[in-house]
């Protein structure tokens, strides 16, 4: 075998093992997420991950849909907001990377097709900012709807938003969908709710959201956590401010000429123009796909 054969081979059986690893994990956490339904019962542990809201029989609650409930039901969201700052601040992006279920399944959707969509960097960099036009706007209608029923003037709006007012965003999930309605559609299972949300346009439109969503995710890796998801927002915001990050040993990167870093990172992270001694980039879910590609081991995690 040459050495170049040989190399390549050794980069291959690493990122091999690394990916196992990740997929290891986060197949278990959709496990954990769902153990409720093997006799494990709820735990009171909230996570800044996209799950599901539908699912009344959870283990790990959804923070940001926790978030949604508790202004809906005027009851100020300590448990959700600590979550979402004690795991940037600890771990950054990292649960996007191991353990978010709906990250799970568009990494599996991505091993569909074999060579994905090249998304220019100018519509990348106007993409990104989507996902924080969505958290906005559920923010806003939740804050505003929890102020005007706090005020007593509320009812009229509550009523008005029908099936969005409990938590907006969670109306049209598509990981709602794929992890509750879809469920429930073959299982025929009643919840609360359901007939609300299975109703007229609402309904197609969960579906249609869904589909474009799945679909997407096979031809651009990760395009739901790119471009859309508001966790992803709150995250990537304080992803800045986080313990965790990723260094790069000028002396080991052969920068000039070798992108193998770049061109392996699902979420387009500009590595090489980040700094040297640690970058924690508002786009980075810690998946270590570059770290483990790069031939000469110039990529680590840093902490803090
Ligand atoms: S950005 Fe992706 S991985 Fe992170 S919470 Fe959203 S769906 Fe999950
Ligand atoms: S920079 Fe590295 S760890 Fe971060 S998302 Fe890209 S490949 Fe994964």
């Not at 706007?137 to 009523?159: E, K, P, Q, W």
Request: positive net charge; proline residues 7%.
């Amino acid at each position: 075998m040459t050495s170049a054969k040989g190399a390549a081979f050794r980069v291959k059986g690493v990122v091999w093992r690394i990916e196992t690893a990740r997929k290891i994990t986060q197949f278990l956490s959709f496990v954990l997420f769902s153990a409720v339904l093997f006799g494990l019962g709820p735990w009171p542990i909230v996570l800044p991950v996209v799950f599901s809201l539908g699912v009344p029989q959870k283990t790990v609650g959804d923070a940001f849909a926790m978030l949604q409930w508790m202004l809906h039901d005027l009851v100020f969201p300590w448990l959700p907001l600590a979550s979402f700052f004690l795991v940037a601040a600890l771990l950054g992006r990292s649960l996007c990377g191991w353990v978010c279920p709906f990250g799970f399944v568009q990494d599996l959707l991505g091993y569909v097709k074999r060579k994905h969509t090249v998304v220019s960097l100018r519509t990348h960099n106007g993409m990104i900012r989507v996902k924080y036009v969505v958290l906005a706007v559920a923010l806003f209608v939740s804050g505003t709807l929890a102020i005007s029923l706090a005020m007593g003037v509320g009812r009229g709006y509550d009523t008005a938003l029908g099936a969005f007012a409990p938590a907006p965003f969670n109306a049209l999930s598509p990981a709602d969908t794929l992890f509750a309605i879809v469920p429930r559609m073959i299982l025929d299972v009643r919840y609360a709710n359901f007939d609300v949300l299975m109703s007229g346009i609402l309904f197609w439109a969960r579906l249609v959201i869904m589909a474009i969503v799945l679909v997407l995710a096979v031809y651009v890796p990760r395009s739901w956590c790119r471009y859309l998801c508001p966790h992803g927002a709150a995250l990537a915001f304080l992803n800045r401010f986080s313990f965790l990050g990723l260094k790069r040993d000028p002396l080991k990167c052969t920068k000039a000429g070798c992108r193998t870093c770049v061109e392996v990172c699902p979420m387009k992270v500009p590595i090489l123009d980040l700094p040297w001694e640690k970058f924690t980039d508002p786009e980075c879910i810690y998946c270590l796909k570059c770290a483990e590609a790069c031939t000469t081991k110039a990529i680590k995690p840093k902490f803090p």
